[in-house]
Every structure is written in structure tokens, then in C-alpha cells.
């Protein structure tokens, strides 16, 4: 019996054993499939991110080629018109000449017989000829035909809808000329039975494709004939009432060409004397219309950003030809006009493109030229009828948005996010706008910004005035602890501040979310490099203090170089200040140095360099909060002659060099690249979301 409950007692011990071995394998397997679920995520990624940027280089090929294309054909069209020209002007000047002679002649003639010289009226006679006097040029036909460069395989199609008004029409052909794209364009020209003589000087302007209206159709139909014609992979569809600004047309196609998700592309429209007309439209929950910015300063902050928005006037809009055929083109249940352009951008959205407005794109608009400004008369008429309409088809879209304008609704409104005008908000304050390429914590802010951004978070930027307790700490401390308290959420950057924090105010939910660093490409290894570099502001006055190092070659790289620091230049220091990229320096140094002796916070300049590939020795302040270990992912010392040898080492060991670059690149990336932050900052947002709700 007692042999039996050995038995028993050891087989209980192994079956034990093998479910804590299939306990510890089990869990293995967990974070080996977590940690492949998470390498093919990120090759996921890197593949979606290689494509875009794939799909962009021949985008750019392509526009290269038909650039060239373009120019050689300009060329070939301004010699041939430089000839033609030339013979003009001899066959003028021989034509000149003979006729010259002839009145000459007579002239010699009659004037002798009437008039003999020497007498008063011989004298008069010559005075009220205008004798000596320049001959008058004639006068330029201020309202003919105008010429314009355009070419035959276009990328970009401008489609001018008219009905009459010639001059305005003339002015907006004008300054398309003296504005050009970068690209091959065309410009076609849909005379909807105009009233004037718009089609004949229209089929008399080189350059510009005549496309005439059976009847007159309205502006719907206009558009939609025009766009029929076309031959751009582009579509801008341009008010006769406009004037193009300089840069207005490629801002559109580039805005177009940065994102294969955007589909709409709106310009933003001042008044002749400066004043903004819109920067993108707003719709309320009734179909109702507001442009954004309306009689305010155009260059104003808030209305000089890039935006996803609900709609774009029609005076200027850009589309993808092939998605403008996608959706039917301008809806006909709108002609002749108004709502149209709302409609559009609701169905473009629709198909799951974005609908932007650039204000790098300015036009400006002599509005109600073309129908008028009062809603009761004519074709104006149709804005509240088409209102209707408009409603109707896009009922379950409406609900979602804000009911009527106010000061706040207008302010969420403006932007739109992947959720419309109710998505979320994220206001960062802060005391000056982010200079990624000044100092660490602006890159920091600058990367995260983006991350939101990606996220699909409507981003605000305040520009906070410094605080009257600046200098002040124990107040400044005080009133941080006192944010902290009444926040449902902070925010630090190493988990050394998190427990700090939560020490100071144990209810407090204390969260980490770190600088973020983008992955290197390839890295040169330790061959051919040589010199230490040292990256910081010097605004920061640890970076000043570390910087009074000693070395063979030290490279100080960084904005605004104190009067101290500018003294440690010579043979061995050589003091850059603020270069614009970091790059060639990574490539070049033997080794980065972080010889602090102070300061708080994750260190930028250190994962920057260790990113890069570049081995870094710091002293333990420079590594507070990076979990980096000493001698497998960076070399630490707290004194000068640690510090020393460190250095010494890496100058002279290419395999410690080459282990140190291959491990710290590597421990960055896994705890402070982009997914790492995306993944803190989606649950950020879920907790919002939650405490929201």
C-alpha cells in the first residue's frame, strides 16, 4: 500500500511537472505567435508603405516623362511660332518699306507744289503733321482671343463652363497662361450657348479646345460635357469668374498626388480685394451650406491649413477623372446648378475617398457674376429647390452632422475626421509650434502629432503664452500635481516619471508614452569612420554643460551655440550648430557621446543615434527611462575615466562596434518605434472614448 501511494505521489508529481512544462510552452507559444503576429503586422505595414511608395515613384515617373514630353513639344511650338513670327515682322518691314516710299513721295510732291520751304506755311504745314514727333502704336485688342501653351497629352484638364461674359472669361483664360502648371494640361472651354461672341473668340485662342452646347444646359451639364472631352487623369473644373494665383494649380494636383485615398482637392477663394471668400464648405444637418472663413483675413492660421472637409465650392475643384466617371459625374437632378458640387463630394466620400480643401491653392472668385447673389430670381432660384434635394439623397449622412451653425459647432465643423464632424478632438498645448529639427521634445510632439493624425484624430494645435510661474518651481510643481489630480489621463514619457508620479498621487492613471523613433535603413559599418558626435539644443543648459568635453574629433551638432560653447571650437572641436539633416554626421562618426551630468526625461538625441546605427556612450542620466542595458545595448559610465575608456573602446574595436550598432538599433525600435507608440495612443483614445460615453 505504501508502495502504491509512492507511486501515486510520483506520478502526481510528474503529471504536475508536465502541466507546468505545457503551462511554460504554452506560454512560450503565446509569445512567439504574439511576437509574429507582430513582425507580420509590421511586414504588413512595411508592405502597404513600400506599395504607396512605389505607386508614388511611378506617379512621379510618369509625370517626369510626360513633363518632358510637354516641354519638348513647348519648345518645338515656341521655335515654330518664333519663325512664323519672324517672317511676319519681314514681310511687314518690306511691306512698310514700299508703302513707306510711295507716301514719301507724294508727300515730297504735293507739299513743294503747295507749300514751298522757307515760307509760314511751309512751317504750319509740317507742324500740323506732327513732324518729329514718335508715330503712336496701335492699340492692342484689349478683349481679343488669347494664346495659351497647353499640351497635347495632358495630365491635368481644366474645364471652364461659360455663358457669356467674355471679359471674365478672358481673364481667367489669362492668368491660367501666366500662372501654368509645372504639368502638361489642357484647357477646354464649354460655351453653353452663350449669348455674346465668347465661342468665336474662343475657337480664335490658341492653345484652348472649344466644346459648344447644343442648347444651353446649365452648369451641371456644361461641367459633365466638358469632362466627357477631357483627356487628364485629372479634372479641374474652373468658374469663368476665377483668376488663377501663382502656385494654384500645382498645389492642387500635389495635394491630389500625396494620397491615393483623396478624391477631391478644393482651392480656397478670396474676393478681388483679399478678403477670404471660403477655405472648404460646411454642411448641416438641414443640407444647409457654410463657407468656412467668410470675410476674414485670408492668411490667418486657421484657415491656412490643409483639411479634410465636407465639401468645396465648385468655382475650383479638382477630381480623379476616373472616379468623377465612378460616381455618374456631377449629379442631373441638380441642373442647371447649385448643390452640385455638395452632392459630389458626399458621393466621392462615399466610395471611401477624402475631400480636401489645400488653401496653398487660391483663386480668387468675382462671385454671383455668373447667377447673381439674391435666391429668390433667375437661376439662383434652384439653391433652395436643389436643397431639398439634397437632403433627401443624403438623409443618413445629414444625421451625423452638427444641427446649425454657432461659434463652437462652426469651430468642431471645420475639419472633418473618419468619424465626419463629431469624430474625435485632440487639443495639444503647448509653448511654441514644434521645430522637429531644433530639439527632442519637438520631434517628439512633431512624431506624435503625426501618429494621432494616422489614427484619424482631428489634431489642434494651441500656442500657449508662457506661463507667469515660469521659474518659479515649487509653484510650477504644485500646479502640475494639481492637472494631475483633476485629469482622468496623464501622460509621461519613461516609465521612471510613471512611478514618480504615481507615488506624488497614487489615484492618478499614469501612462507612458515615450519618443518615437522610425527604423534606419542600411548602415555603413565601422570602416572609413572617425570622430565622436554630440547632438543637443543649447538652449537646454545640460547640453552646454556636457558638451565641455575633450576628444580626438568631436563634431557638436546643435541650434543656438552658447558664447561658451562657440569657445571649445578647434583642431579637435569642431562646432556645426544647426544642420538640417543628421544623416551624413551618422554616417561619418565612429560613435555618438551623451556625457550628461543632469536633466530628466527619455533623451531624443540618444535613441536618434542608436537608431541610426551609430554605438553611443552615456552617462546614466542619458539613459534614464530607455531600459538600455550597459555593454549589450550601449556603453554607460558615471565618471570621467569610465567615460574615457568607453570612448577608447569603440574607436578601436570594429566587433564591439558592430555589436553595439546591430543590439541598440534594435532595442530602440522594439520599445520606442512607431508601433509601439500607435498601440499607447489607441488605447489612450479608447479610454477617451470610454470616459466620453
Known sequence: MRDARRTLAQQQDQVAQLRGELAHERQQAAVVEAATTRRRERQERDL??????????????????????????????????????????????????????????RYRGTVERAAPRGTLRRDLYERALGRG???????????GPVRLCTSTSPLLSIVVPVHGKWDYTRACLASIEAHRPAVPFEVLVVDDASPDRTAELVSASPGVRLVRTEHNVGFVGACNLGASHARGAYLLFLNNDTEVRPGALDALVDAADSDDRIGL??????????????????????????????????????????????????????????????????????????????????????????????PRA????????????????????????????????????????????????????????????????????DHQVPMPDRDSGSLRTHRLLLQLVELGERVVFYEARATALAGKAAASRELELGLVRAADLTL????????????????????????????AGAVPGPQGRAGLLFVGSFDHLPNRDAVAIQATVLHVVGSNPSPDVLE????????????????????????????????????????ESMTAGLPTVCT????????????????????????????????????????????????????FGPDVARAALRDVLATAAKLGS
Not at 514727333?133 to 478683349?143: K, S, T
Request: with cysteine; hydrophobic share 45%.
Open 133 to 143: 514727333l514718335p508715330a503712336a502704336a496701335p492699340d492692342a485688342a484689349p478683349g
Open 492 to 519: 509621461v514619457v519613461s516609465e521612471h516619471e510613471q512611478v514618480l508620479l504615481r507615488d506624488l498621487v497614487p489615484e492618478a492613471d499614469v501612462r507612458v508614452l515615450s519618443n518615437v523613433h522610425h527604423p
Open 362 to 429: 487660391v483663386m480668387v472668385h468675382h462671385e454671383g457674376v455668373s447667377h447673381g447673389t439674391g435666391v429668390t430670381g433667375g437661376v439662383k432660384r434652384f439653391q433652395e429647390i436643389n436643397r431639398a434635394q439634397f437632403v433627401d439623397k443624403w438623409a443618413s449622412s445629414l444625421v451625423e452632422h452638427l444641427p446649425a451653425a454657432s461659434e463652437l459647432n462652426v469651430w468642431l465643423a471645420r475639419q472633418r475626421g473618419p468619424a465626419g464632424p463629431r469624430g474625435g478632438l485632440v487639443l495639444v498645448a
Open 265 to 358: 482637392v478644393g482651392a480656397m477663394l478670396v474676393y478681388p480685394d483679399g478678403r477670404l471668400q471660403e477655405s472648404g464648405g460646411i454642411a448641416w444637418a438641414d443640407g444647409s451650406g457654410w463657407n468656412y472663413g467668410r470675410d476674414h483675413d485670408a492668411h490667418a492660421p486657421g484657415f491656412t491649413v490643409r483639411r479634410d472637409v465636407d465639401y468645396c465650392s465648385g468655382a475650383a475643384i479638382l477630381v480623379r477623372q476616373e472616379l468623377f466617371e465612378a460616381v455618374g459625374g456631377f449629379d442631373q437632378r441638380y441642373a442647371p446648378a447649385y448643390y452640385e458640387d455638395t452632392d459630389l463630394a458626399f458621393a466621392i466620400r462615399a466610395t471611401g475617398h477624402r475631400t480636401i480643401v489645400d
Open 568 to 607: 571649445l571650437a578647434d583642431d579637435t572641436v569642431e562646432i556645426h550648430g544647426w544642420v538640417a539633416d543628421l544623416v551624413p554626421l551618422h554616417q561619418r562618426c565612429r560613435l555618438s557621446v551623451a556625457p550628461l551630468r543632469f536633466g530628466a526625461g527619455v533623451k531624443g538625441k540618444v535613441g
Open 620 to 671: 546614466p542620466v542619458a539613459v534614464e527611462g530607455m531600459a538600455l542595458v550597459d555593454g549589450e545595448h550601449v556603453l554607460v559610465a558615471a565618471d570621467a575615466r569610465g567615460f574615457a575608456d568607453h570612448v577608447v573602446a569603440l574607436l578601436d574595436d570594429d566587433a564591439l562596434w558592430c555589436t553595439l550598432s546591430e543590439t541598440g538599433a534594435s532595442a530602440i525600435t522594439e520599445r
Open 48 to 105: 502597404r508603405r513600400l506599395g504607396s511608395e512605389l505607386a508614388g515613384a511611378n506617379r512621379r515617373a510618369q509625370r517626369a516623362e510626360s513633363l518632358a514630353d510637354w516641354q519638348r513639344e513647348i519648345a518645338g511650338e515656341a521655335q515654330r511660332r518664333a519663325a512664323e513670327l519672324e517672317r511676319q515682322v519681314q514681310a511687314l518691314q518690306t511691306e512698310q518699306s514700299a508703302t513707306a516710299a510711295r507716301l514719301i513721295s
